[in-house]
């Protein structure tokens, strides 16, 4: 496997946290580890290799202000995004960088 590209695992974690997400929206990281029974840095890995089509906000941005610590941010998919189709590109994207 080259840099950059995801292994078939990788793959298919990102599909089942994209897919939680996209029935789940406004939801927070370790929600979507404890559903789906991932490691916590698992999800964020997996919202780090799908970060273009996610939109994330913190509850302190809800409450116009910094200074509290390890609240949630929550994530959902970007208007007009799916679950399949952030797979296709993932797996697009890698076939690309194979050859």
């Known amino acids: 496997m080259k840099p950059g590209q995801l292994s078939s695992k990788t793959i298919e974690n990102v599909a089942r946290v994209a897919k939680f997400i996209e029935l789940n929206p406004d939801t ?3 929600e979507i580890a404890r559903e789906l029974k991932l490691h916590p840095y698992v999800v964020e890995r997996c ?7 996610i939109v994330s906000r913190s509850v302190n941005e809800q409450l116009g202000g910094e200074g509290l610590p390890n609240l ?5 998919l970007k208007e007009g995004i799916t679950a399949e189709g952030i797979v296709r590109f993932l797996m697009v994207r890698n076939k690309i960088k194979e050859g």
């Open 28 to 30: 927070h990281l370790r």
């Open 47 to 53: 919202l780090k290799d799908m970060s273009e089509f």
């Open 72 to 76: 949630p941010i929550y994530i959902k």
